[in-house]
C-alpha cells in the first residue's frame, strides 16, 4: 500500500512536463499561424474567392483542425524526445 501512494507524486512531474510541451508546441503554432495571417493579409492585389475566404477563416478559427502541422514541428519532436528520456531516468533535470 505504500508503495502505491509514492508511485503517484513520481507521475505528477511527468505529466506536467507533458502539458509544458503540448503548450509550447500550441504557442509555436499560433504564432507561424499569425505570422501566415500577417503575410496573407499585406498582399491586397491577390484575388480570394469566396469560399476560400470561408474556408481559411474557419482554419483559423479551430488551430487544431489542422493539427498535422503542430504534431509534426521539429519543436514538438525535440521537446518530446526529451519528455521521454527524462521520463525513462530515475533523475528529473529542471532547466
Sequence with gaps: MGSSSLAR???LPRDHALYSILAISYIEYSVKQY???????GKKEEKINKWK???DMLRNTFPFSNSFNLLF???????????????????????
Design 35 to 41: 505570422g501566415t495571417l500577417r503575410e496573407n493579409s
Design 53 to 55: 475566404g470561408k474556408k
Design 73 to 95: 514541428s521539429p519543436t514538438f519532436f525535440a521537446l518530446f524526445l526529451s519528455y521521454l528520456i527524462l521520463s525513462h531516468s530515475n533523475t528529473f533535470v529542471i532547466l
Design 9 to 11: 507524486p513520481m507521475q
